[in-house]
């Protein structure tokens, strides 16, 4: 199983089945916040489906397509940052994430960020990692500008939230310039 200690506040783990109860908590209490970005949190109204969600993951991890990280800041879980899936002809993925509304601000997500990328281009050997947030939420987009991403473009109307549609900025980096980037 995926185990990261980042530092002496922030550690990384696949979500287990063990996780529901506590993620779905977290999930309900941010859920006012996260909805504004966040498609999924009306089917997400039970710790059974938010196990579902972790097991569903699970199953992505062992076919190698893919995995659900739990974020634990200070020893209590703090947020999930996902591969949506590994495209392994091409050696690519995109990453998702999202942090309960009282982790916010503490830098919790670039740490985390950083270390499942260098994993992802150094162990993985992928040549592409993708950041998508829709073009209103800064601090997703923030997250892939401080890791030095490059933005690509909009998608125009990439995702429908709830009752209307928003466009996707594009970022991406690429494994021969992660050193040098990470090294500024």
């Given amino acids: 199983m995926f185990y990261q200690t980042i530092d002496d506040d922030l550690r990384l783990r696949l979500l287990e089945p063990r996780d529901a109860d506590a993620l779905f908590r977290l999930l309900d209490e941010s859920r006012a916040y996260l ?20 097991l569903s993951g699970l199953q992505r991890y062992a076919a190698q397509n893919g995995a659900e990280i739990g974020l634990w800041y200070r020893g209590e879980i703090a947020g999930v940052l996902g591969l ?6 091409n050696r690519l993925t995109t990453v998702g994430y999202w942090l309960g509304e009282r982790y916010q601000g503490k830098g919790i997500m670039t740490r985390a960020c950083r270390a499942v990328i260098d994993i992802l281009f150094r162990e993985y050997g992928l040549n592409r990692v993708e950041i998508r947030a829709a073009t209103g939420n800064h601090k997703s987009r923030a997250v892939a500008e401080r890791l030095g991403f ?15 549609y928003v466009d996707h900025a594009v970022y991406s980096m690429l494994a021969a310039e992660w050193s040098s980037v990470q090294a500024r």
């Fill in 35 to 54: 909805r504004e970005w966040l498609p999924f949190l009306d089917a997400n109204q039970s710790s059974e489906e938010t196990r579902a969600f972790i």
């Fill in 84 to 89: 949506h899936f590994i495209d392994w002809a």
């Fill in 150 to 164: 490059q933005y690509e473009g909009c998608k125009r109307q990439a995702e429908w939230l709830y009752d209307h």
